[in-house]
Structures are given as structure tokens and as C-alpha cells.
């Protein structure tokens, strides 16, 4: 004590407390003193000197993502997966549990205990080391908040390597924050910082994880086990190593709350004579993880990561807003309905198996709200591409395997991919552009097998007539006069280059990115840049650019609302872990992106692409989609669109209820043609999904301008 001595005049002047606990720290490095060599005197100074702020650390808690139901779980994103509860939520053996297990005279004690640290200096002298520690439960606290608060390397050491001034540092923290929390208060945040082994933080996750219960239902014993953890979670750990461990430490601590009179010795006889039998859960993190049972769901969960990302209501920057949501401990009700997601999943899988080098998928979107009800792909989400099929570009072959059945690739869309042409399902921007310059669905053309075009031609590419840009028409047949309905509903190629050169490629262009799409290609960046070189840009309303499924479905929803775009969404509502709502994430962020009246007469054309007729004109004699009405059993609208070589294929289609895209292609290699026997199965998908989505509900009609 002889070190400490020079400065009991200053102690003294800290009050009966600061004198208490200078004198307990004083004899606390004494067990430390002995390895590490620093002397009292050196410990007793900093003690005196050394700051007391505690900067607490917000506790990560897990966020829960549901499905549109509310009750259907998706997954998990977590850092230390961890539920924080109050200590009126936890059944009141379990804290005593813990109390007996760590720290006895906790309710004592002034944050640091005297006799514990007479009693460790004594075990430590006569073991010639640590052998015993004298921490007190609010000590232990201290640590881990400066552990959890800790900003770089150095700061996490310095919370946690073994010497005396660290010992020092904890003691006289502790003290101070003894003097503004109750004990009560020091012990819910203990419980709920602590780690419990098996990756559980916390009494939540491991009442969780070891017994697949929550904490209020626990029984004595098995309170008694996860107290006994604590000390030595890996040491201990049931789940890992033989029970015989852990159930010797779930006896003493059952002996140590009987003395604290915490329980009968009845009840500690009772608790020790259960078996230790555990039910182990492994909480799922991250979209890798969702179930095997809903593993397609992975797509969706991806996208709504990525959606998470760019919302700056979570963060400055993408990495704070990852953070967020994996500490926020956040309730996320998404979008996605399981009943329509199944039968998406269904109408994929039947066209398409995941085997198959071609991705064929399907997203529909909600018209007036941008709500995502169902993202699915003939694919498995999984990262494990050990067992992929052989890579489809020649190029890419011998280096890599093939993305199929195996990938967590945005395929759908709302991540980085590039995606694919759409074919002619762009003429239904061209047709919106026309329809609001004033042109009415009577404008006509006459449109030949071939028609030598205002556009210039690409370059390096030969042409058949000079230099110009000449496209032609999938068939004979298509020939001849038309006007907007049957234009669409045959898509004759050589009308809608005419009808876009009439309102400018440049003004089609606009259309497309008032409805959502990005430009994703260096090409399609370009060409997009300014009026002067979208205005030559002829491919367009033969879709040459990437899009997609997610972007298209988003577009065309547009047409079914009646105009109102909807920024496409996977959030219904996201709950702060205090159960209070961020009252504008969820809400639909909605405009009037096309006049009402434009969207209701671009709906009367595509009608005739489906054989439900139009209303205002004739359609023509065919359509390329002519059986879908029937099929669907309700008023439905929509295009078909496919690529040069049909190398992709598309179908748009929507009631007033819901909007779908679907698509097939080779997202490894575009030239790698899909082929005309697989060119309605986008059509087929779309048919199915609205048919049997929308199965129950009453049938609504479209309005006609």
C-alpha cells in the first residue's frame, strides 16, 4: 500500500466512494502486478490521473426481413446476431443466474469489488500467475463497451490485452458509472452485450441458438447453462464440445444461486437432475442464406440489398447504410407475396430448367405503387459454382464455369449487370412519345418488307441500300398498310421506324427514361448523351438497348396506372429496433410521368397484341400473342419482343391490377441464340403468372381514352 499512500489526501477529496474504490484498484493489478511487473505506485497515479469517459456503444442488433405478409421470414442481416430486451422482458432467474455465475456481491459492491480482489491476489500468489481474476460484473461491462466503442486496432487492444493499466482503466470507469446507472440498468446491458459462444450475443440469441426458444420460456437448468458460458464460451460451449463441460458449470452455478438464496435447494436439485438437450439453431444471415424450402427468394433478398445501399435515409454512404442493416436491428416487411413469388417460381421452372445455359425469369410489379410482388429465375441462388455446367462463350470457356444452375447474379435486375435487349418491346415507347406529340392511334403508314430508313447506317456494318440504316420485317405477311393497333399487334418493324422517325428517335429516347430505364452499355450511354445523338439513334424502337426485367416491368406498370410512375420498391415498411416506423421508407414515391389519357390509348393498341381486341380500331388479322386473353381469362395488354436471330425473347403484359415482365436469354453470352422453340415462353410465364396471381380477384377493366 506503500505506493499509494502519497496520494490519499487527493483521494479523499473524491469522497468516501472515490476512496473506497482508489484503494479497491490499488489491490486490483496487485494479481497483475505480479506477471507484468508495474508497481502500485505506478497503478495508484494513473488511476488518479486517468480519464473516465465511457463512450457506450450502440448494440448491434440483428434486422428481420419478412415477406409482404409479415409473418413469412426471408432472412436475417447481422454482425453479432443479437435481439436487445429490457430486463422486464427476461424471466428473473436469468440475470440472478448470471449474477451467481460472475459476480456474486454484484448488488455489493461500488464497481469494484474489495474482497474479490483479496481473494484473487491471494489465489494468484500462491498459482505464481493469473489464476484467478477479480473483474466484477460492471468491470467485465466496462470492457466490452470499450471493446464494442473501440474505433482502430489499437483502441480494441487497449481494451482487452491483460496488464494494469488496462485493469486500472476498467476500475476506475466502472466506478464512475456506478455513480450515474443503477444496477439494474448496468445488468440489461451486460446481458445483452455479453457473448454467450456459438456465435450468440447476448441472453436473446443464445436462448435462441442453443434451445430455439425465447428466453421467457427457458427452463431453470437451461438459464443455468447460458449463465455458466459466459466465463468461457468456447470452453464451455454444449453445441461444440462434450455437454459433460457445460453441465458440470450448470450444476455449480445452480449451487451458487442457491446460496445467494436465489432459488430452493429443491429447485437447484430439480434443475440438475434435466438432461441437457439442446436444439440448436443457426440463424440465417445475408441472402445466401435463405431457406433451402424458398431458396429462389434470394434473388428478391439481393435486390433489396442493393435497393438498401442507395437510400441515403440510412447513411451517408454505402457502407454506412450496409451497417445499418446489419446493426440496425431493423424489422423489414418487404413486397414479395409467397403465394404470387410460388407460382412465378412454378411458371419459370416449367419452361426452363435450371440446368439450362438460358436464364428465363419473371418480375411483377403492382401498377400505382412500384411495389416488386415477385422476383423468380430458373436458377439456384447459391455461391458454389463447383458443379456448374461449361461457360457458353467460347472465349470464357476454359477459364471459368458457366453461371447456371449456380449464381447470385442480379439477373433480374437492381444490381450491376448490364442486361439484355428487349427486342420489340421498346416500340411501346416509341408509340407513348408518338401518342403524346398529338398523333393519334390512326396515324398510318405504309410499311413495306424493307424500308430504306432517315438513319444512318452502322458503321463497318455492309448494307443492302447505300448508306442508310434499312430495316425489315419478320415476315410476308406484315406488309402493307397500318396504324398504331395494328402495328403493335403484329409489331411490324418497318412501321415503327417510320412513326419514330415522325417523332424523333430523340423523343422516344426521353419516353424511356421518363419510365425508368438506365443505360447501362458504353453504346447505349453514348447514344443517350444528348437530343442530337439519341435523335439518331434508329435502332431504338427495335429495343437494341439493354434493360431489364425489373426495369421493364416498372415501365409497363407505369402504362397500367394510368400513367403514374412508381419508383419500383421491395419495401412495404422498416421498423427501428424500438418498434418505431421510418414513416417515408415504404411509402410509394409516385409522379405523373405520362399524361393519363396517353397511357389509356397506348392500353387500347396493346390489347390487340394479346386477342383482347381494342376498342377505338381494328387490330388486324393476327397478333403475336393472339391465345394469351384467353388464356389469362381477363382484360390483358401487353408486347411481345425478341431480338435479331432470336437471341433474346420478351413478353411485357399487364391488367389493371398487376404488371409482369418475363425473359429469356444467355446472360454469359448474348450471341448464344435462344431460338425460336423458346421464344413464347416469356409469354407462357407472363400468361401463367397473371392467371392464376390474380385467380379470386374481382376482374377489372381497362379504360378506354
Same mark, same amino acid.
Not at 243 to 250: I, L, V, Y
Not at 515 to 525: F, M, N, V, Y
Not at 602 to 621: H, L, N, P
Given at each position: 500500500?506503500?505506493?499509494?499512500?502519497?496520494?490519499?489526501?487527493?483521494?479523499?477529496?473524491?469522497?468516501?466512494?472515490?476512496?473506497?474504490?482508489?484503494?479497491?484498484?490499488?489491490?486490483?493489478?496487485?494479481?497483475?502486478?505480479?506477471?507484468?511487473?508495474?508497481?502500485?505506485?505506478?497503478?495508484?497515479?494513473?488511476?488518479?490521473?486517468?480519464?473516465?469517459?465511457?463512450?457506450?456503444?450502440?448494440?448491434?442488433?440483428?434486422?428481420?426481413?419478412?415477406?409482404?405478409?409479415?409473418?413469412?421470414?426471408?432472412?436475417?442481416?447481422?454482425?453479432?446476431?443479437?435481439?436487445?430486451?429490457?430486463?422486464?422482458?427476461? &424471466?428473473?432467474?436469468?440475470?440472478?443466474?448470471?449474477?451467481?455465475?460472475?459476480?456474486? *456481491?454484484?448488488?455489493? /459492491?461500488?464497481?469494484?469489488?474489495?474482497?474479490?480482489?483479496?481473494?484473487?491476489?491471494?489465489?494468484?500468489?500462491?498459482?505464481?500467475?493469473?489464476?484467478?481474476?477479480?473483474?466484477?460484473?460492471?468491470?467485465?461491462?466496462?470492457?466490452?463497451?470499450?471493446?464494442?466503442?473501440?474505433?482502430?486496432?489499437?483502441?480494441?487492444?487497449?481494451?482487452?490485452?491483460?496488464?494494469?493499466?488496462?485493469?486500472?482503466?476498467?476500475?476506475?470507469?466502472?466506478?464512475?458509472?456506478?455513480?450515474?446507472?443503477?444496477?439494474?440498468?448496468?445488468?440489461?446491458?451486460?446481458?445483452?452485450?455479453?457473448?454467450?459462444?456459438?456465435?450468440?450475443?447476448?441472453?436473446?440469441?443464445?436462448?435462441?441458438?442453443?434451445?430455439?426458444?425465447?428466453?421467457?420460456?427457458?427452463?431453470?437448468?437451461?438459464?443455468?447453462?447460458?449463465?455458466?458460458?459466459?466465463?468461457?464460451?468456447?470452453?464451455?460451449? &454444449?453445441?461444440?464440445?462434450?455437454?459433460?463441460?457445460?453441465?458440470?458449470? *450448470?450444476?455449480?452455478?445452480?449451487?451458487?444461486?442457491?446460496?445467494?438464496?436465489?432459488?430452493?435447494?429443491?429447485?437447484?436439485?430439480?434443475?440438475?437432475?434435466?438432461?441437457?438437450?439442446?436444439?440448436?439453431?443457426?440463424?440465417?444471415?445475408?441472402?445466401?442464406?435463405?431457406?433451402?424450402?424458398?431458396?429462389?427468394?434470394?434473388?428478391?433478398?439481393?435486390?433489396?440489398?442493393?435497393?438498401?445501399?442507395?437510400?441515403?435515409?440510412?447513411?451517408?454512404?454505402?457502407?454506412?447504410?450496409?451497417?445499418?442493416?446489419?446493426?440496425?436491428?431493423?424489422?423489414?416487411?418487404?413486397?414479395?407475396?409467397?403465394?404470387?413469388?410460388?407460382?412465378?417460381?412454378?411458371?419459370?421452372?416449367?419452361?426452363?430448367?435450371?440446368?439450362?445455359?438460358?436464364? /428465363?425469369?419473371?418480375?411483377?410489379?403492382?401498377?400505382?405503387?412500384?411495389?416488386?410482388?415477385?422476383?423468380?429465375?430458373?436458377?439456384?441462388?447459391?455461391?458454389?459454382?463447383?458443379?456448374?455446367?461449361? /461457360?457458353?462463350?467460347?472465349?470464357?470457356?476454359?477459364?471459368?464455369?458457366?453461371?447456371?444452375?449456380?449464381?447470385?447474379?442480379?439477373?433480374?435486375?437492381?444490381?450491376?449487370?448490364?442486361?439484355?435487349?428487349?427486342?420489340?418491346?421498346?416500340?411501346?415507347?416509341?408509340?407513348?412519345?408518338?401518342?403524346?406529340?398529338?398523333?393519334?392511334?390512326?396515324?398510318?403508314?405504309?410499311?413495306?418488307?424493307?424500308?430504306?430508313?432517315?438513319?444512318?447506317?452502322? &458503321?463497318?456494318? &455492309?448494307?443492302?441500300?447505300?448508306?442508310?440504316?434499312?430495316?425489315?420485317?419478320?415476315?410476308?405477311?406484315?406488309?402493307?398498310? /397500318?396504324?398504331?393497333?395494328?402495328?403493335?399487334?403484329?409489331?411490324?418493324?418497318?412501321?415503327?421506324?417510320?412513326?419514330?422517325?415522325?417523332?424523333?428517335?430523340?423523343?422516344?429516347?426521353?419516353?424511356?427514361?421518363?419510365?425508368?430505364?438506365?443505360?447501362?452499355?458504353?453504346?447505349?450511354?453514348?447514344?443517350?448523351?444528348?437530343?442530337?445523338?439519341?435523335?439518331?439513334?434508329?435502332?431504338?424502337?427495335?429495343?437494341?438497348?439493354?434493360?431489364?426485367?425489373?426495369?421493364?416491368?416498372?415501365?409497363?406498370?407505369?402504362?397500367?396506372?394510368?400513367?403514374?410512375?412508381?419508383?419500383?420498391?421491395?419495401?412495404?415498411?422498416?421498423?427501428?429496433?424500438?418498434?418505431?416506423?421510418?414513416?417515408?421508407?415504404?411509402?410509394?414515391?409516385?409522379?405523373?410521368?405520362?399524361?393519363?389519357?396517353?397511357?389509356?390509348?397506348?392500353?387500347?393498341?396493346?390489347?390487340?397484341?394479346?386477342?383482347?381486341?381494342?376498342?377505338?380500331?381494328?387490330?388486324?388479322?393476327?397478333?403475336?400473342?393472339?391465345?394469351?386473353?384467353?388464356?389469362?381469362?381477363?382484360?390483358?395488354?401487353?408486347?411481345?419482343?425478341?431480338?435479331?436471330?432470336?437471341?433474346?425473347?420478351?413478353?411485357?403484359?399487364?391488367?389493371?391490377?398487376?404488371?409482369?415482365?418475363?425473359?429469356?436469354?444467355?446472360?454469359?453470352?448474348?450471341?448464344?441464340?435462344?431460338?425460336?422453340?423458346?421464344?413464347?415462353?416469356?409469354?407462357?410465364?407472363?400468361?401463367?403468372?397473371?392467371?392464376?396471381?390474380?385467380?379470386?380477384?374481382?376482374?377489372?377493366?381497362?379504360?378506354?381514352?
Amino acid at each position: 500500500m506503500g505506493g499509494l499512500l502519497p496520494y490519499l489526501p487527493r483521494l479523499l477529496r473524491m469522497g468516501a466512494t472515490g476512496l473506497i474504490g482508489g484503494v479497491a484498484v490499488a489491490l486490483a493489478i496487485l494479481p497483475v502486478v505480479l506477471v507484468t511487473g508495474v508497481t502500485v505506485r505506478d497503478s495508484s497515479e494513473a488511476f488518479i490521473d486517468m480519464p473516465i469517459k465511457l463512450s457506450e456503444p450502440e448494440v448491434g442488433q440483428t434486422s428481420y426481413v419478412y415477406a409482404a405478409d409479415g409473418q413469412t421470414l426471408l432472412t436475417m442481416f447481422y454482425e453479432e446476431h443479437r435481439r436487445y430486451l429490457k430486463l422486464a422482458e427476461m &424471466p428473473s432467474e436469468l440475470p440472478q443466474a448470471v449474477v451467481a455465475a460472475e459476480d456474486n *456481491r454484484f448488488y455489493d /459492491h461500488h464497481g469494484v469489488d474489495v474482497q474479490g480482489v483479496a481473494r484473487a491476489f491471494v489465489a494468484n500468489q500462491h498459482a505464481g500467475g493469473v489464476a484467478q481474476g477479480a473483474s466484477t460484473l460492471t468491470m467485465q461491462y466496462v470492457r466490452m463497451a470499450l471493446r464494442d466503442g473501440a474505433r482502430t486496432p489499437s483502441e480494441v487492444v487497449a481494451a482487452t490485452e491483460q496488464t494494469a493499466p488496462r485493469k486500472v482503466r476498467e476500475a476506475r470507469i466502472s466506478i464512475e458509472l456506478e455513480k450515474r446507472l443503477s444496477k439494474d440498468d448496468i445488468l440489461e446491458r451486460y446481458l445483452n452485450l455479453a457473448y454467450f459462444g456459438h456465435r450468440a450475443f447476448g441472453v436473446f440469441a443464445a436462448a435462441q441458438i442453443y434451445f430455439s426458444k425465447q428466453p421467457k420460456d427457458l427452463t431453470l437448468a437451461e438459464m443455468a447453462m447460458l449463465a455458466g458460458l459466459v466465463k468461457a464460451p468456447t470452453d464451455f460451449d &454444449p453445441a461444440s464440445n462434450d455437454a459433460a463441460a457445460a453441465t458440470q458449470r *450448470r450444476n455449480w452455478v445452480l449451487d451458487q444461486m442457491t446460496q445467494l438464496h436465489y432459488i430452493s435447494p429443491a429447485q437447484a436439485a430439480k434443475a440438475k437432475s434435466e438432461p441437457l438437450v439442446l436444439k440448436v439453431y443457426n440463424p440465417p444471415n445475408d441472402c445466401t442464406a435463405v431457406a433451402q424450402a424458398i431458396n429462389n427468394w434470394g434473388f428478391f433478398c439481393d435486390y433489396l440489398k442493393n435497393w438498401w445501399i442507395r437510400q441515403p435515409q440510412f447513411g451517408a454512404t454505402p457502407q454506412e447504410r450496409l451497417d445499418q442493416l446489419r446493426r440496425g436491428g431493423h424489422r423489414i416487411v418487404t413486397t414479395i407475396d409467397p403465394a404470387l413469388q410460388e407460382i412465378a417460381i412454378d411458371e419459370v421452372f416449367a419452361q426452363q430448367s435450371a440446368k439450362s445455359p438460358f436464364a /428465363h425469369g419473371l418480375v411483377a410489379v403492382e401498377p400505382g405503387t412500384g411495389y416488386v410482388k415477385a422476383m423468380a429465375i430458373n436458377r439456384v441462388f447459391s455461391v458454389n459454382q463447383s458443379a456448374n455446367g461449361r /461457360h457458353t462463350d467460347p472465349a470464357k470457356a476454359s477459364a471459368m464455369p458457366g453461371n447456371y444452375p449456380n449464381t447470385v447474379n442480379a439477373l433480374l435486375g437492381g444490381g450491376d449487370m448490364p442486361g439484355y435487349q428487349a427486342g420489340s418491346t421498346f416500340k411501346l415507347f416509341t408509340m407513348l412519345a408518338a401518342l403524346e406529340a398529338g398523333m393519334p392511334l390512326e396515324t398510318s403508314f405504309d410499311a413495306p418488307k424493307q424500308f430504306v430508313s432517315s438513319y444512318p447506317g452502322k &458503321p463497318g456494318e &455492309p448494307s443492302t441500300c447505300g448508306d442508310k440504316w434499312c430495316p425489315v420485317n419478320a415476315s410476308d405477311a406484315m406488309t402493307g398498310m /397500318h396504324n398504331m393497333w395494328s402495328g403493335f399487334g403484329m409489331s411490324v418493324n418497318t412501321y415503327w421506324v417510320q412513326l419514330q422517325q415522325a417523332v424523333g428517335a430523340q423523343n422516344a429516347v426521353k419516353m424511356a427514361e421518363r419510365l425508368g430505364l438506365q443505360w447501362r452499355s458504353e453504346t447505349d450511354k453514348a447514344l443517350a448523351s444528348s437530343p442530337r445523338r439519341a435523335a439518331q439513334w434508329g435502332s431504338f424502337t427495335l429495343g437494341t438497348a439493354d434493360t431489364t426485367p425489373l426495369e421493364m416491368a416498372n415501365a409497363i406498370a407505369t402504362v397500367a396506372a394510368d400513367g403514374v410512375y412508381c419508383e419500383p420498391s421491395p419495401v412495404v415498411s422498416v421498423d427501428r429496433a424500438d418498434g418505431a416506423p421510418i414513416v417515408e421508407v415504404g411509402k410509394p414515391r409516385c409522379h405523373q410521368a405520362i399524361p393519363v389519357q396517353v397511357a389509356r390509348a397506348a392500353t387500347d393498341a396493346a390489347r390487340c397484341v394479346t386477342g383482347y381486341r381494342a376498342v377505338g380500331g381494328e387490330c388486324g388479322t393476327w397478333s403475336t400473342a393472339q391465345w394469351m386473353a384467353g388464356a389469362v381469362g381477363r382484360p390483358v395488354a401487353g408486347k411481345t419482343g425478341t431480338t435479331d436471330d432470336t437471341r433474346t425473347a420478351w413478353f411485357v403484359g399487364y391488367t389493371p391490377q398487376l404488371a409482369a415482365a418475363g425473359f429469356i436469354a444467355d446472360p454469359d453470352n448474348p450471341f448464344n441464340a435462344v431460338g425460336a422453340g423458346n421464344a413464347q415462353n416469356p409469354a407462357q410465364s407472363v400468361a401463367g403468372l397473371l392467371r392464376d396471381g390474380l385467380a379470386g380477384q374481382p376482374v377489372a377493366e381497362f379504360t378506354y381514352p
